[in-house]
């Protein structure tokens, strides 16, 4: 399957921004999707993951700010973003687990202080 983020963009801490992967083929079967982030000079990072019984699981670091969801007809998942702050500020992967993990191009999130 292959994916692709978008959705990022620039915006005001304390702002929102509604991020979207669109995957290739059905994903009503991938058990584990989600995002992870990767800040400039640091480690990428896992943000937030759902099942597909829709369990979703975040980082400590974007619990009650960030929503992940999934719509399994459209083969899409989201992940709301709000209370923005500077430090999220990142490149925002999507991916699926697959037989292996498939990784999206991200899509840059800048929050301005």
């Known amino acids: 399957v292959q994916l692709q983020a978008s959705g990022g963009g620039l915006v005001r801490a304390g702002g929102s921004l509604r991020l979207s992967c669109a995957a290739s083929?059905?994903?009503?079967?991938?058990?584990?999707m989600g995002w992870y982030r990767q800040a400039p000079g640091k480690q990428r990072e896992w943000v937030a993951g759902?099942?597909?019984?829709?369990?979703?699981n975040y980082a400590s670091s974007v619990k009650d700010r960030f929503t992940i969801s999934r719509d399994n007809a459209k083969n899409m998942v989201f992940l709301q973003l709000k209370g923005l702050r500077p430090e999220d500020t990142a490149v925002y992967y999507c991916?699926?687990?697959?037989?292996?993990?498939?990784w999206g191009r991200g899509t840059l999130v800048t929050v301005s202080s």
């Open positions: 991916y699926a687990d697959t037989i292996i993990r498939q």
């Open positions: 083929s059905t994903i009503s079967s991938i058990n584990d």
């Open positions: 759902i099942t597909t019984g829709v369990t979703a």
